[in-house]
Every structure is written in C-alpha cells, then in structure tokens.
C-alpha cells in the first residue's frame, strides 16, 4: 500500500513537471559597442576582460595583446568574427570591428 502511494506521487510528479523543448539556434546580435562598460569604471585584467566579453555573448574568445593601456581581444559571435579594445584602465570597450 505505502509503494503504491509512492508510485502514485511520483507519477503525479513527472507528470505536472513541465518538459524541455529545444529551441532552434540563432545568430546572436553584438550587445556592446563603443563607450560600453564593461566593469562598472574599475581597472581590469586581461583575463577578467575576457571573461567579460564571454558573459556578453561572445565565443571562442582570444587575447591578442594584453600590455599597455588597452586590452585586444579577436572573439567570435554568432558567425561574425570581431576584434575588440578594451580600456584596461575603467573597463570601456575603446574599439570594436568586425573582421571580414
């Protein structure tokens, strides 16, 4: 009898719980531009940099040159690949252009 109920309960369960659905890829719209900030006007380092542009949408993220004042990424998003300068002194993007 107890099994039963158990039974019961975890069928209700699966039952109300909603199912996944896939969604269909989609090519991603750049979401920063010139002057955006990326780390509220505090100093960054090149990889918090990267991880930055990450949580922006962008993929497969390489550092290019991390010494001076700025900060040169090349990083993919969606099937566009840009280039972008970071100001490593308050976290604004100083440049992006997209590759062809």
């Avoid at 531009?33 to 509220?40: D, F, I, K, R």
């Avoid at 949408?57 to 998003?77: E, L, M, P, S, T």
Wanted: aromatic content about 8%.
């Amino acid at each position: 009898m107890r099994h039963t109920a158990q039974a019961i309960g975890l069928v209700c369960l699966l039952l109300t719980t909603p199912l996944a659905l896939s969604t269909p890829a989609q090519a991603l719209a750049v979401n920063i531009t010139v002057g955006t900030n990326l780390n509220n006007g505090r100093s960054l380092s090149c990889r918090e940099g990267e991880w930055r542009l990450r949580d922006r949408g962008f993929r497969d993220v390489q550092r290019i040159d991390c010494r001076g004042r700025f900060f040169v990424y090349r990083a993919w998003n969606g099937s566009q690949r840009f280039e972008i300068a970071l100001n490593s002194r308050n976290g604004r993007v100083a440049d992006i252009r997209r590759l062809g």
